[in-house]
């Protein structure tokens, strides 16, 4: 293929020798009319443009300069004559359509099968006996369109007759009906598809008729027409021509609203989707046609919020309804839906309730004796705070403006410290700070603050505490657990009612997996 688009004949400025112009017009022709697939397509179109440029300059203006052609050889002519019926054999099986159906025929005229016939193709040529095979190949092609027409004359294959009966050699006694019949069929089942697309159109005309039912009606009656000469088993058209379908979706509106005195009332208001079998899209609602919506015909999480606007004056003086209807509008493929909600407004209320201010500078002071307040005034419980400072907590390094968890935890643990009772043992243990000298982060964890019990009077306790802990840098890692095990084990025994351990972190422990104590 790539030497023949190569040559190009030339027959004005530089002319081809007629002999060489004639033997690449062959050789193309038999290129060309070569069955099955082995060419490229954009080639064999390529080379069917030359040969049309060629056959037409050659056989028709006749602007080559006759020459006279070299003698033939008998072994050469029994080559091409050989080539020749070999490329007949195969478009001959070609137009039985290949080993599937030689196998069907087959089984009507026993036989040689499809790889016998192609290997008597491939080697007559080479066989002392060659014509005589080539002669029991044209006899057993012979026996397969015989069983060609056999085929195409069966009442129940009128699908594949329409195939057969054009194979069929012009003595066979074939009826062109079955191809009449493939035909309509294939007329029927685009007009069963047109009815499907038309119904997932779905549209409505502007009087709110169904179009699309009524094209179908259309379609189904054509379709009836076409095949009337025999019966169909089946009709497509049926499940387009029920029971007009409900609104795809519809608004999910309360019967009724009240609505008092609050500013701007609201409602809102969700769908729910009744999916038609093979319709999808979109349907518009609206309670101002300047406000649309779109809601998908498939069921989804979409709501409707609209602003309530209240009646006109006069007010009512008397808890008296001003009733209003909300009225909210749909439309589908030129399918429309109404629907409306009552709305009762009350501007006055039918009870209110009115109480005096108390008189100004009114209090109530309450003192407990000494006993009291010894027995009741005082905690008896032991706190352990564990303060996270490693890194995470710290300021993030690539925003300037970032100042980290760390300033938030300080004041987390300055409010809880001022928010316990005198009388609780605190003790105060920080982890991840930047730690001179240390090598691992659980090296890090340190008794900020021994077990102290807190006095009426901590106020200077407590601001120095948080002071220490304000002045901290936030650096290594997160050993959580073993800095939470340390300071419960400061207090474990601690002789009160009640202990407990206050962790403030964001509560990542990134070391406990490593841990040598606690990682296993």
């Known amino acids: 293929m790539g030497e023949l688009l190569k040559v190009k004949p030339e027959f004005e400025a530089n002319p081809t020798p007629r002999a060489d112009a004639v033997k690449w017009f062959h050789r193309t022709e038999a290129v060309l009319t070569a069955p099955g697939e082995w060419v490229a397509v954009e080639q064999r179109v390529s080379l069917a443009r030359e040969f049309r440029r060629v056959s037409r300059q050659l056989l028709v203006t006749n602007e080559t300069r006759p020459e006279a052609l070299p003698d033939v050889t008998p072994a050469k002519a029994r080559e091409v004559s050989f080539e020749a019926a070999k490329r007949r054999g195969l478009l001959l099986m070609a137009r039985f359509g290949g080993f599937n159906w030689v196998r069907e025929l087959a089984r009507i005229k026993p036989g040689e099968d499809a790889g016998a016939l192609n290997e008597r193709l491939d080697s007559f040529a080479l066989r002392a006996d060659g014509r005589a095979s080539l002669a029991a190949f044209g006899s057993r092609c012979g026996e397969l369109f015989d069983a060609v027409a056999e085929l195409a004359r069966k009442p129940d ?28 069929e294939r007329v029927r ?7 499907q697309r038309t119904y997932s159109d779905h549209w409505y005309t502007e009087n709110g008729l169904r179009y699309f039912n009524i094209a179908i009606q259309k379609l189904a009656t054509d379709a009836a027409g076409v095949v009337a000469a025999f019966a169909p088993t089946d009709d497509p058209f049926a499940p387009y021509l029920g029971a007009e379908p409900p609104f795809p979706v519809t608004p999910k509106l309360p019967t009724r609203v009240a609505v008092t005195d609050e500013p701007e009332p609201q409602l809102g208001f969700g769908f729910t989707a009744r999916p038609i079998p093979g319709v999808s899209g979109y349907a518009t609602f609206w309670t101002d046609p300047k406000l649309r919506e779109a809601v998908s015909t498939v069921p989804l999480d979409t709501a409707i919020a609209r602003v309530l606007t209240r009646p006109a004056p006069p007010v009512p003086l008397t808890p008296k309804a001003q009733a209003q209807a909300l009225a909210v509008s749909g439309f589908f493929r030129g399918r429309t839906l109404d629907a409306a909600t009552a709305l009762d ?16 500078g009114v209090s109530i002071a309450v003192r407990a004796d000494l006993n009291a307040r010894k027995r009741y005034g005082f905690a008896s419980g032991a706190v352990a705070i564990v303060l996270d400072c490693s890194g995470s907590m710290g300021r993030d390094p690539k925003d300037p403006k970032s100042v980290g968890l760390y300033p938030k935890a300080v004041a987390a643990l300055d409010a809880l410290l001022k928010g316990l009772p005198p009388g609780t ?17 659980e090296d890090t964890i340190r008794e900020l603050l021994a077990p102290t019990t807190l006095t009426a009077d901590s106020d200077a306790l407590v601001a120095d505490m948080v002071a220490k802990a304000r002045a901290l840098e936030p650096w290594h890692e997160s050993p959580v657990t073993r800095a939470a095990v340390a300071a419960k084990n400061r207090i474990r025994d601690a002789k009160v009612p009640f202990r407990a351990v206050v962790l403030i972190s964001d509560a990542v422990d990134n070391r406990f997996a490593v841990d040598p104590e606690y990682g296993e």
């Open 157 to 184: 294959a009128y699908l594949a007759a329409d195939r057969l009966v054009r194979i069929s050699p012009a003595h066979a006694k074939v009826s062109d009906a079955r191809i009449d019949r493939t035909r309509r």
């Open 189 to 195: 089942g685009y007009l069963a598809w047109q009815a």
């Open 345 to 360: 407004f009350y501007p006055a209320p039918d009870r209110a309730a009115l109480s005096a201010p108390p008189p100004p």
């Open 425 to 441: 043992t605190v003790t105060v243990w920080t982890f991840g700070q930047k730690t001179p000298g240390a090598k691992l982060p």
